[in-house]
Structures are given as structure tokens and as C-alpha cells.
């Protein structure tokens, strides 16, 4: 994932509130600060801005209340891993072309997993595990670690540095929009995603991203949203 993830942070002026989170997505992303300034991986690897306004958006509330690695001890007690920290293997699978070849990415990717009941729904719905399964699955060329520390040192430290006490509230987005691609917009079939998450903290109106890659109106009381990279 080393060159495919990147975070910046934008402030705005308004105040936020979780019921809007969606005619706040859409705002923040047809910013002209946002479109100028809105780093996107290009399908050649090569980081470019967003430089279009975005068509469609999904965002959900994203929980964090989950604040210690201890939330993952279950992969110890059940069987995922090793008392000595080696994930368990598993006969080569494939779920949407990632290869599957070990116990923990069963249990981040399949629903018939003998462990998949280890995590709830509401346990998957938490930042700290959304970001942790990112790692775990990584991107194209990802070499995947035979021992479990190297995943949890990295999510402990990313989840400390995106989120603390100070974040009010957590967005994640998926959203459709054209793809620049080498200084050529194309549009494919309005279905291509891209996943962000918005850490928001809105009582000094600061917004921090982090991501994996691949007329804005406050309609709260009709005011323009101004936003600005920081």
C-alpha cells in the first residue's frame, strides 16, 4: 500500500452535524478548493487532483469507539493465530481476485469463515477494524506478512496519528466520479469508487482524510460552505 495512501486536511466554516452528513459530502467535494486541491491516484499510479466535480456519493457514519488493540486478542483465542504471533494457513482461495492463503484474511473476507462470527457486524463497522482489514488485504502487489505484529504496530499507529479525543465525528465515502487518468478525463460507466474517510473535527472546523486509493450550501441555514486546504 506504500504510495497509494495519502491524508490532507481541509478547514471549514460551518458547523457540522451528523444528520447532513450527506449534503456535507456532497459540498465538501464540489468545493473548488477541494476539486483543486483533492489528491487522486490516476489507474497509472501516479498521484493527480480530483479536477472534477463529483456526480454521486455514498457516505456513511463510521463508529470509533473502539480505542484498544485488545479488540483483536480474539484472533489469539480462536485460532486465527498462533500463540507465537504466525497466522495460521489455509489451501489458496480467491475472493474478487485477492488471494486468500491464511486464516486472518478468511476472516476479513469470508462470510463462511469458521471464524467469521468472531467479529460482529457492529465490530466490522468500527475504524479501527476497517482500517486494520485495509492493511491486511493491501493493494495489487501486496506481500502479506506471515506473523500478525507488523499489521497490528502499523494500524496502532495510523489509528493514533487520524484519530484521538479531539475528532467529533467520522465519515466514510464512496463516490462516483469521472477518473483522470495520464492528463485524460474518461468516464467509466459512472460506476468507478473510490473509498475516503473524513475524520471531522467541527468545533475549530477542521476536516483530516485519510484514504485508500485506487452551489455548496450549508443547508442549515442557506450560508455559502467555504473550505480551504490547510
Excluded at 7 to 28: G, I, L, N, T, W
Excluded at 135 to 158: M, N, S, W
Aim: aromatic content about 14%; overall charge negative; glycine content about 4%.
Amino acid at each position: 500500500m506504500q504510495g497509494s495512501i495519502a491524508a490532507q486536511a481541509f478547514s471549514f466554516d460551518q458547523q457540522f452535524k451528523p444528520y447532513q452528513k450527506d449534503e456535507f459530502v456532497m459540498a465538501f467535494f464540489n468545493d473548488q478548493n477541494v476539486i483543486s486541491n483533492l489528491k487522486l491516484l490516476s489507474a497509472s499510479g501516479q498521484w493527480t487532483t480530483l479536477d472534477s466535480k463529483v456526480t454521486k456519493i455514498e457516505a456513511t457514519l463510521v463508529p470509533c469507539t473502539q480505542t484498544s488493540m485488545s479488540f483483536f486478542d480474539r484472533l489469539y483465542t480462536e485460532g486465527v493465530v498462533r500463540e507465537n504471533g504466525v497466522i495460521v494457513k489455509c489451501y489458496d482461495e480467491y475472493y474478487d481476485d485477492i488471494l486468500i492463503s491464511d486464516e486472518l484474511r478468511k476472516v476479513l473476507l469470508l462470510e463462511d469463515s469458521d471464524h467469521y462470527d468472531i467479529f460482529s457486524e457492529s465490530d466490522r463497522k468500527e475504524f479501527l477494524f476497517c482500517l486494520f482489514k485495509h492493511l491486511c488485504i493491501g493493494g495489487t502487489l501486496c506481500q502479506f506478512e506471515d506473523v500478525l505484529d507488523p499489521y497490528l504496530e502499523t494500524t496502532k499507529a495510523l489509528y493514533k496519528d487520524l484519530v484521538s479525543g479531539k475528532w467529533n465525528a467520522m465519515v466514510s465515502c464512496a463516490e462516483t466520479l469521472p477518473i483522470q487518468a495520464d492528463g485524460n478525463v474518461k468516464v467509466i460507466d459512472n460506476t468507478t469508487k473510490i473509498l475516503y474517510y473524513i475524520l471531522i473535527l467541527y468545533f475549530t472546523s477542521l476536516n483530516k482524510f485519510w484514504w485508500d486509493m485506487k452551489n455548496n450550501v450549508d443547508l442549515s441555514n442557506g450560508k455559502q460552505l467555504q473550505i480551504s486546504e490547510m
